[in-house]
Nanobody, 123 residues
Framework: VQLQASGGGLVQAGDSLRLSCAAS????????MGWFRQAPGKEREFVAA????????TYGNSVKGRFTISRGYGMNTMYLQMNSLKPEDTAVYYC?????????????????WGQGTQVTVSS
């Protein structure tokens, strides 16, 4: 199983970015896909998760109302639309997958992880 995250970059506060995650190596039916982020010196933080059919989404409190998670056609792709970015959103963003039934806000629930993509928001 491979997950490839992309779309990060350097932006200014208030700008938008769209991250993508492409998964391969298995069928991801009955798997959640999620985004986490990790800033230097901090623990990995839950950002958002989406069910295999796209019907259920969950967001971390710090991104609610600004970020939108979605899945692409065929369910092996995932996106994170990030609007109104703030300097505190600066981090490496990781995509990951978890079997349905686990707590999707927890790092330990996820079996497979991508390599991460850097997002830097300047003030």
């Amino acid at each position: 199983v491979q997950l490839q995250a992309s779309g990060g970059g350097l932006v200014q506060a208030g700008d938008s970015l769209r991250l993508s995650c492409a998964a391969s190596g298995r069928t991801f039916t009955n798997y959640y896909m999620g985004w986490f982020r990790q800033a230097p010196g901090k623990e990995r933080e839950f950002v958002a998760a989406i069910s295999w059919n796209g019907y259920i989404t969950t967001y971390g409190n710090s991104v609610k109302g600004r970020f939108t998670i979605s899945r692409g056609y065929g369910m092996n792709t995932m996106y994170l639309q990030m609007n109104s970015l703030k300097p505190e959103d600066t981090a490496v963003y990781y995509c990951a997958t978890a079997p349905t039934g686990r707590r999707t806000v927890e790092v330990a629930s996820y079996d497979y992880w991508g390599q991460g993509t850097q997002v830097t928001v300047s003030s």
